[in-house]
């Protein structure tokens, strides 16, 4: 989100500048007076608000769609949730189209592609009516915008209602989601029924090109930043043509984005750091495109307070755990709303650690004349295992990867008070458990609040969210490279990816490098099927975890059932994780069948 039209979610445009009535006429004041509005370029430029804004909602990336749905669909987090909406996702052998997670993220991406329509129509309407001499180049920055917010939705959209990953489909799966080119004004014209997948990328892929060619060269001042620009069009182009395997079309584009955006991969200094709400790594030299969060929570509940531009609250449901007032795991405090999600332990074997659990001991340094407390606590991590998970990050035998993502009890600190370090925990809630001598514990640090408690200043995250980023550019470029036939570059951009993530320079071969496509990666040491001798997958997972991409990974390439075979069970599951098929695809919520006579009968197979 950038900062300076985002921060008001619009609600009267009838107030506008420019906006006249006749006093003796009472205008309703949440509907858009279309006789003359917009009358203005800056009333123009405000019909992007909503589109933007949107992107925060509560279902989608402020709160709900991150920490709710997709990580517990890719197993990142192991919730302790057992009601119908949580453990759809969590087994997703049990997601319904009654499930509300899925009926309110679907409705939240509809209201993001009406918003941009209106923005479309709005850019129309004031070139028709007001435009004057010099006006065209912002008209057209507008629609660019706008067009890319479209398509942005419906990229989200259709990945995650489309039939596109469908295992062996029929002759007639291949239905997309309904399709909206412009804003609806009667209730017949939201009756639309499902369009066909290849219509629905169609329109994508229009959308973007027409983006990117709007944009073409517009560079945004420092107050704007966080606006889309050319190279996110191209991004997302790149992005859509591998996802449909038309991989020499995805080439030349993701090309001309590493060559020609000046985008580069920030240095690991900065990559460290660039995910927990450091202000000075914002919009940063790998950055594409950005949602920018601020910690104000406006007195409320985040995003669920109902004031306008409260911001994301998904620190609240995946927060790292501090050492407890008296300076014991038992009572560790967390820095949002504890014994919700919690990482789940796979994970950290999946980055190449393999020290397992550890024993407290005495504390050889215990102060038995002051209390205890998270300065003086009388039992402390094994020194012995302490010295090899020291000596296990500055060697790098395990992916550095996995401290930019991941807190490790007693070796790393947290600002609970937002003032004093204290040791990061285990969390309470696993101690009751019987296998607790065999269980990591490791917190969440990827988008988990690091500086205080979420708590002490309201719900309140403070990380903006990267929602294109050159990483994932390169890993495309790699991608449609090795599809192609040239394993030589998609090794050489794997690696790149890889040697950023290792503090080594990018462009120069390393030890570390990957020499074939089934090379080992720090993910075999677990024995892990999927991704131990794939480092096209393990980078993709590595390097973009816990930000929202590795579901799509798991439904185009059918890695449903393994990957619940590596996960093995979760806090609500008993016995071994099993996977259906019908997941690839989640169903349209049952509120939209009921609701649209044109969607009945039509939902996803499975459903």
């Known amino acids: 989100m950038y900062k300076k039209i985002s921060a008001v979610i619009l609600i009267s445009m009838a107030l506008a500048t420019g906006c006249k009535k006749d006093p003796g006429v009472q205008y309703p004041k949440d509907q858009y007076l279309a006789n003359n509005y917009p009358s203005n370029m800056e009333a123009l430029n405000s019909t992007l608000t909503p589109a933007y804004s949107n992107l925060r909602d509560q279902y989608l990336f402020g709160f709900t769609l991150l920490p709710k749905m997709l990580a517990n669909c890719t197993h990142h987090a192991d919730a302790n949730y057992t009601d119908g909406d949580w453990k759809g996702f969590i087994n997703t052998t049990t997601l319904t189209s009654g499930n509300g997670f899925i009926s309110m993220n679907f409705l939240a991406l509809g209201a993001g592609v009406k918003n941009a329509n209106v923005a479309l129509e709005a850019a129309d309407f004031y070139e028709k009516n007001y435009a004057k001499k010099g006006d065209q180049p912002n008209i057209d920055y507008i629609r660019g915008q706008a067009y890319f917010l479209r398509a942005y939705y419906y990229f989200w959209m259709e990945n995650l209602y489309g039939e596109d990953y469908l295992v062996n489909p029929g002759a007639g799966d291949t239905l997309g989601v309904p399709l909206f080119t412009k804003s609806a004004k009667l209730l017949a014209e939201t009756q639309r029924p499902r369009a066909g997948i290849q219509s ?33 069009a191209k991004s997302l182009l790149g992005k859509v043509y591998v996802f449909r395997k038309s991989y020499d079309k995805a080439l030349p584009v993701l090309q001309d984005v590493i ?18 709400g450091i202000t000075a790594n914002e919009f940063n030299e790998e950055s594409i495109f950005e949602l920018n969060v601020d910690q104000d929570s406006k007195g409320g509940y985040g995003v669920f307070s109902g004031a306008a531009n409260a911001t994301t609250i998904n620190g609240l449901i995946w927060p790292p755990y501090a050492l407890g007032d008296d300076g014991t795991e038992g009572s560790s405090i967390a820095m949002g709303y504890g014994g919700n999600d919690g990482l789940h332990d796979r994970n950290v074997e999946r980055f190449g650690y393999s020290l397992g659990s550890f024993t407290l001991v005495d504390n050889p340094k215990f102060n038995s004349s002051q209390p205890a407390s998270y300065t003086n606590p009388a039992k402390v991590m094994d020194p012995v295992y302490k010295a090899k998970a020291m000596a296990a990050r500055t060697n790098q035998t395990v992916d550095p990867r996995l401290y930019v993502n991941c807190f490790q009890p007693w070796l790393d600190s947290v600002k609970l008070d937002g003032q004093n370090w204290r040791p990061v925990s285990r969390p309470n809630y696993i101690f009751g458990d019987a296998d607790i001598a065999t269980k990591l514990g490791w917190n969440f640090r990827k988008y988990a609040p690091v500086f205080n408690s979420i708590l002490n200043v309201g719900p309140a995250d403070g990380a903006n969210i990267y929602l294109l980023r050159l990483a994932d550019v390169y890993l495309l470029y790699a991608e449609a490279s090795i599809k192609s036939g040239d394993n030589a570059t998609g090794l050489e951009y794997l690696n790149k990816v890889r040697r950023r993530a290792y503090n080594l320079p990018v462009n120069t071969p390393s030890a570390i490098d990957y020499k074939t496509i089934t090379d080992a990666t720090p993910a075999a040491a677990s024995g892990d099927p999927v991704l131990g001798h794939n480092p096209l997958y393990y980078e993709r997972w590595a390097e973009l975890f816990n930000e929202g991409h590795w579901w799509f990974d798991i439904c185009r390439w059918h890695l449903g059932a393994t990957e619940a075979a590596y996960f093995k069970t979760t806090r609500t599951v008993a016995g071994q994780l099993t996977w259906d098929d019908k997941a690839y695809a989640w169903p349209l919520p049952i509120t939209e069948l009921n609701a649209n006579p044109a969607l009945q009968g039509k939902n996803n197979p499975g459903y």
């Open 200 to 232: 629905v990328w169609n329109q994508v892929i229009s959308d973007l090109q027409t983006s990117a060619t709007l944009l073409k060269g517009k560079v945004w001042g420092a107050d704007e930043v966080g606006r889309v620009n050319e190279w996110a």
């Open 259 to 276: 060559n020609n955006s000046g985008k580069s991969l920030m240095p690991y200094t900065k990559y460290r750091d660039a995910f927990i």
